[in-house]
């Protein structure tokens, strides 16, 4: 897609521009990774440059130790489940939030994202309370209810935000055709708000699988997460297994994304669909 | 076809689900056990080599072990909800004396574990907690920078005679004790003078003095990372981490032990421990001289139990905070102080710092 | 609109069509109600009350008046003028030996030595003499086992403990303490960090928000209007970031950013720079770090929404002869304010509860408010003060949220 030959050349200019924009702002994104993976295999362990030797000694810690793969695992297993119950609960909310004219919106909404609002050492205390009186402490249904908590919001807000253009005259017109308010979700507001879930999603997932407070107050060190055994230990060291540990991720949602988009490509040219 | 791809999700979160409320929480041994928790790391693998497992093997007690990083508020709100988990717990002196104070942790009673007070090393004033090890804060410096580095404190607050930047922790604790130090102030009166609203205004005088020239950096962590990006030229950091990074990363650093400052970690039993009487097992056990010379062998920490030193690899000897030589001019650092005083000059330290 | 006419017309029954639009009102925002209702339940139960019994800690405290009950009841009648007499005196003799006996002393000289840091240790070691008497006068004896009990401040802190309520954490936290007789005054300069921290944590955060919306909107943009195929591979690079555990992020600023670090030795073989620059353990190295950890979460609300916004609308009003930039203007960026609002509150909010990596990676005076909480919380046990910052951030978070809303938020923007 280059741009269009018709446009003033001032028009051309900003096209560039903003190409170029966005390549520093994702090379900033990205910049960190491709500074720290090199130093994965690194023979010491410093976070400096250059490195006086190449080393696997890191990849052996992660891979040979139990500890790295019970923990990834369980990050796994619980960010999971985090995002499917979170995504859940945070789009019926959402929608339910988004219906016109619905009663004290802004005082319920400020309930429902307070979560995201509060220290979360100050929320690690006060849930450690309350889920030693329901007995849920040290499992992993503790420790997962206590992620969605803290993860719920962010699908909240991004999808009351996709939500707030939505056209609800398009929910009316489906009904109106017959639909089933449960065909009327599937067919016509799902695709619409998708990208908000996703979104809000992804964010959840991204809460629990990097939260350390809660899964060391709520956790007990059978249901040990990655973050938890990454910060175990850094009163003495950062170790740089961490970040042949970020590596491995890296590599591993590397390859599950373009997988994915592989398949959406695939799919796409067998039905045939054509993106403009 | 998007319909029954959602509800395979569905059904998938229903499985998922199930399967963690149905895993088992704990699981159940037959024998004796009990759940010591430290702070991870390279400290922790060298306490399960010494100590956890010959203990498991002697005791036939099962050793779980949990990590933290001083979380010390997860104690106080398990024995408040009566739903303690953790039955040792490895602890800075100052916590433990705070968390003794208010009825946190077990008293230990030295009777049964059948021990002799005396027989460790002074200085540590909880009723609570039993003496675990000697850990010493020091500065090192880059022998490549300085081939004749400082000797004394004073030479750290001399940028004159070693200009450079100086890396110290974000904190009160042990700078003010080494400003005063530098100061001339003895070693021994340097608490009394710390006590008086005078002696703090001396402390921070003499700060001042090398302000422009400090690195603040927040983890003891970080210490060697600084040293090792030549950012600074000097450096607080613990003694047992210089050590290690001395022989396992051809890092030409050095440590200058004089004014070291020492404390101690303590094991703790938090109040209402289910395992106590494995916990006091555990302790008696670990309180003999030769684990705790294994430990020091493994891990550069000095022991606590005055018998043990004799038995630590002589070839290590040097490395340990309480070998005799580096306890001539040494300061413990005073956790009882600090309890006291940590609100307060913690507030005084922000403001200065900032400033 | 038109299907709830004709189903209405339909009725066979004689009701006035008020009622019956009220009616099908009511039972669409019962139905909207019945979906907020399960996050509403799980929030409540699991969150708002552990949290508010939590928070209540700003307020309650009773470990005077529980641990020394003699003492404060005696004190109700004190005037605060002089010393109080003889019978208060006997009163604080009985539970001071309570005390010792019952291992409480402890409690009760942290409790003193919040207000008046330095005499925990007093109390404690006067209250082990004071084990010992059997006999009055108990107000010179007192006195001369240990002069904090002449002291007229310590016996203002005892009246004051005679309630259960007490203001002081939350004066603290904005730099207000007790004076000797029990008046507010502001605390000295030497001390008073709070204001300046709340301050700071707000415009580091507004900074950062800033920072991400400017950076985030180009890219949220570009991702929006590139065919699927090259935006999918883009994307990746954005989300990248949330594999990668916020630990892990900081040290990549650390190695980036350190004296020797890649930017400097970048800059310096580019001979841009001839020493050093100083970017971290600083504002500059926070700001950086902040807003390379937040960027995601402003960028993907503020993406979803462009996702939802008909290419077919900037088409149709340049082809009704609006220029380039009035057409983005006028007629998409508008629709994008719902994401830009989202995007922005949850990096703000985020902000404001950083702790470790400004703590990794910035200077002294970056310290935010949230690593005070930590400090309060794990370091200090005083969960009084813990819960008093952190109640006065949660307020102040609520009312900014609820100017934010009357501003531009879900309320105001409302198309379609």
């Given amino acids: 897609m280059a741009a269009s030959t018709y446009t003033s050349p001032i028009e051309t200019g900003w096209y560039y521009l903003h190409r170029l924009i966005c390549a520093a702002v994702l090379l900033f994104l990205i910049a960190p990774i491709l500074v720290i993976i090199p130093l994965s295999f690194n023979s010491v362990p410093f976070f400096t440059y250059p490195m006086p030797g190449l080393s696997l000694r890191w990849y052996q810690e992660f891979f040979f130790a139990s500890q790295w793969r019970v923990a990834l695992y369980n990050s796994i297993f619980v960010a999971v489940s985090v995002t499917l119950l979170s995504t859940t609960l945070g789009t019926l909310a959402a929608l339910g939030l988004s219906r016109p004219n619905f009663p004290w919106r802004a005082a319920l909404m400020s309930l429902l994202i307070s979560p995201i609002m509060v220290p979360v050492v100050i929320t690690a205390v006060a849930m450690y309370f309350f889920y030693a009186d329901v007995g849920l402490l040290n499992t992993y249904l503790g420790l997962i209810l206590a992620h969605t908590t803290m993860a719920t919001p962010f699908v909240v807000i991004t999808v009351t935000a996709t939500l707030t253009g939505f056209d609800h005259s398009l929910t009316r017109a489906a009904a109106g055709l017959g639909a089933p308010p449960v065909t009327v979700f599937f067919k016509v507001t799902l695709p619409l708000i998708l990208p908000g879930m996703i979104s809000g999603a992804l964010f959840a997932f991204g809460t629990s699988f990097d939260e350390v407070v809660l899964a060391l107050f709520i956790a007990s060190v059978d249901q040990r997460t990655l973050p938890r055994t990454m910060f175990s230990g850094i009163r003495e060291e950062i170790r740089p297994t961490i970040i042949a540990a970020a590596s491995v991720l890296i590599l591993f949602s590397i390859a599950m994304l373009t997988t994915v988009e592989l398949l959406r490509r695939r799919s796409e040219r067998l039905r045939g669909i054509r993106n403009t | 076809m998007r319909k029954t791809r959602l509800m395979d999700v569905g059904a998938l979160a229903v499985i998922s689900l199930a399967t963690g409320v149905l895993a088992p929480a704990t699981p159940v041994f037959a024998g004796d056990q009990l759940t010591i928790t430290s702070f991870g790391g390279p400290s922790q693998d060298a306490n399960r080599k010494a100590i956890f497992e010959p203990f498991s093997k002697e005791s036939g007690i099962k050793v779980n072990e949990d990590v933290f990083n001083g979380e010390i508020s997860k104690i106080r709100a398990m024995v408040q909800s009566k739903s303690v988990s953790w039955d040792v717990v490895d602890l800075y002196p100052g916590l433990a004396g705070q968390l003794c104070a208010e009825g946190t942790l077990e008293p230990i009673d030295w009777k049964k574990l059948g021990l002799d007070r005396s027989s460790f090393i002074e200085g540590e004033t909880t009723d609570c907690g039993v003496p675990e090890v000697v850990t010493g804060k020091i500065i090192a410096y880059d022998k490549d920078k300085f081939p004749n580095g400082p000797k004394t404190i004073a030479d750290f607050f001399d940028t004159k005679k070693f200009p450079g930047k100086r890396g110290l922790q974000k904190r009160p604790v042990e700078n003010l004790e080494w400003a005063l130090i530098a100061d001339g102030v003895p070693l021994k009166d340097v608490y009394k003078v710390l006590s008086t609203p005078a002696g703090v205004e001396q402390a921070f005088k003499k700060l001042d003095t090398i302000k422009q020239d400090i690195v603040w950096f927040q983890t003891s962590s970080q210490a060697t990372q600084l040293l090792a990006d030549g950012q600074v030229v000097m450096a607080a950091a613990y003694s047992h981490r210089i050590v290690d990074a001395i022989k396992n990363s051809g890092k030409h650093f050095q440590i200058m032990w004089d004014t070291l400052q020492w404390s101690m970690g303590v094991w703790v039993i938090p109040a209402g421990s289910p395992h106590v009487d494995a916990a006091y097992k555990f302790l008696a056990f670990f309180a003999l001289p030769q684990p705790q010379a294994n430990f020091s062998n493994i891990m550069p920490c000095g022991p606590t139990n005055k018998k043990a030193l004799a038995l630590v690899d002589p070839a290590i000897l040097p490395d340990l905070p309480n070998a005799p030589d580096h306890m001539a001019n040494a300061l413990r650092v005073d956790a009882a102080f600090w309890s006291e005083k940590s609100d307060e000059l913690a507030q005084r330290f922000t403001v200065w710092v900032a400033k | 609109m038109v299907t709830m006419a004709v189903q209405i017309a339909r009725e066979p029954d004689g009701m006035p069509l008020r009622t019956k639009l009220t009616r099908v009102e009511r039972r669409r925002k019962l139905r909207a109600f019945i979906l907020v209702l399960p996050l509403l339940l799980f929030i409540l139960i699991g969150f708002a009350l552990p949290i508010g019994r939590m928070m209540f800690n700003a307020i309650h405290d009773d470990t005077l008046l529980t641990l020394m009950p003699r003492t404060t009841a005696a004190l109700s009648a004190w005037d605060g003028k002089d010393l109080p007499d003889e019978s208060t005196y006997a009163a604080l003799a009985e539970d001071l030996k309570q005390a010792w006996a019952q291992r409480s002393m402890g409690a009760i000289a942290k409790r003193i030595n919040y207000e008046l840091p330095g005499l925990g240790s007093q109390i404690t070691s006067s209250a082990r003499k004071a084990s010992t008497l059997s006999a009055g006068p108990y107000k010179p004896t007192l006195i001369e086992i240990n002069p904090v009990w002449g002291r007229q401040d310590v ?13 002081y954490y939350l004066l603290r936290s904005v730099d207000y303490q007790y004076g000797p007789s029990g008046q507010i005054v502001a605390s000295p300069p030497e001390t008073a960090i709070f204001q300046d921290m709340f301050l700071r944590t707000l415009a580091i955060s507004i900074g950062v928000t800033a920072l991400t919306l400017l950076l985030g909107f180009p890219v949220a ?168 910052l952190g109640a006065i951030l949660l307020t102040a978070t609520l009312l900014l949220y609820y100017v934010f809303n009357k501003l531009v938020g879900v309320d105001r923007i409302k198309m379609g």
């Avoid at chain 3, 949850?346 to 470790?356: D, E, P, S």
């Fill in chain 3, 155 to 167: 016996w203002s802190l005892l009246k004051r403990g005679s309630l259960a309520y007490t203001p």
């Fill in chain 3, 221 to 388: 943009y570009l991702l929006a209007t590139l065919p699927a195929k090259y935006s999918n591979l883009l994307m990746i690079m954005v989300v990248l970031p949330f594999w990668t555990s916020l630990l892990v992020r900081t040290v990549a600023w650390v190695v980036l950013l350190q004296q020797h670090g890649v930017i400097n030795e970048m800059l310096m073989a580019l001979h841009m720079i001839s020493q050093p620059a100083q970017l971290i353990f600083n504002r500059i190295g926070t700001m950086v770090a902040m807003t390379h950890i937040q960027l995601p979460f402003t960028l993907l609300p503020i993406y979803s929404v462009m996702k939802t916004i008909p290419p077919i609308h900037i088409r149709a009003a340049r082809s009704l002869g609006a220029g380039p930039f009035y057409a983005f203007w006028k007629v998409y960026f508008p629709q994008t304010l719902p994401g830009i609002a989202a995007g922005c509150l949850l990096t703000f909010i985020l902000c404001l509860g950083y702790y470790i990596t400004p703590a990794m990676v910035g200077g002294p005076n970056d310290q935010m408010v949230g690593s005070f909480i930590a400090h309060y919380t794990n370091e200090e046990l005083n969960w009084g003060m813990a819960s008093a």
